[in-house]
């Protein structure tokens, strides 16, 4: 079935600092969505992104979508304390857009 | 004010007992869906609904079931058959398909004694 795997697992990086994280997807995807989790919290639309090769930016976000619309990335500029939760690509299953499979995630810990 | 509401924030439950969660949503969105999430892990989908008085299993539906009477509410029922019932779980709305975004519900955490 489909995978979506995202690296790394865990990032701890000092506040100021730049953070990425990659998602990967087994199959081509129409187009993905990335959702940003507080700890204790609940999963938050940040984006989708639709075309390939698509960069859009939010503030110090900025997301891009692979020209084989297979892979995705997210990086922040200049993190700060409030950046801290686990950031998720998700995106359409093999067998329609009817629901999503959901990146393994990245969880941010920033040190202050 | 609209939303998407899941109740209780905390349960407890004795193995061997089956527990009914609460969603309800306010939206007016066609399609529902149910997710664990363990700790450290992703989100695994249980079931969706995309219309009312039709569901369909997601990948860990085993131990699970739901029902869909009404457009604003997709409650799911862990049962006894579910070995390892303790978890996360989250409810979401959306206007259906992958192509929009889902709006998440505060959540449940389960736990089995």
């Known amino acids: 079935g489909q995978q979506v795997m995202q690296i790394p697992q865990y990032q701890h990086v000092q506040e100021g600092e730049d953070f990425t994280t990659y998602c990967n997807s087994s199959?081509?995807?129409?187009?993905i969505q990335w959702y940003k989790q507080r700890p204790g919290g609940h999963p938050v639309f940040l984006i989708q992104?639709?075309?390939?090769?698509e960069v859009k930016k939010q503030k110090r976000l900025t997301f891009q979508f692979g020209e084989a619309k297979k892979n995705s990335s997210l990086h922040i500029t200049a993190t700060q304390t409030t950046d801290v939760g686990t950031y998720f690509c998700?995106?359409?299953?093999?067998?329609?857009?009817?629901?999503?499979?959901f990146g393994t995630g990245t969880r941010l810990t920033i040190i202050p | 004010d609209g939303g998407i509401t899941q109740s209780p924030k905390y349960l407890f439950r004795k193995e061997g007992q089956n527990v009914t969660l609460s969603c309800e949503q306010n939206?007016?969105?066609?399609?529902m869906y149910w997710y664990r999430q363990d700790p450290g892990q992703g989100l695994r989908l249980i079931y969706y609904?995309?219309?009312?008085?039709?569901?369909q299993k997601g990948d860990i539906a085993e131990g699970y079931s739901v029902s869909r009477e009404k457009k604003e509410s997709f409650p799911l029922t862990v049962t006894s058959a579910q070995k390892n019932p303790t978890a996360f779980y989250l409810c979401?709305?959306?206007?259906?398909?992958?192509?929009?975004?889902?709006?998440f519900g505060p959540g449940t955490r389960l736990t089995v004694l």
């Open positions: 979401a709305s959306g206007m259906g398909q992958g192509w929009n975004e889902q709006f």
């Open positions: 199959t081509t995807l129409s187009n």
């Open positions: 992104l639709v075309k390939s090769g």
């Open positions: 998700a995106g359409p299953s093999n067998f329609g857009n009817e629901k999503l499979t």
């Open positions: 939206l007016n969105h066609d399609a």
């Open positions: 609904s995309q219309i009312v008085n039709d569901f």
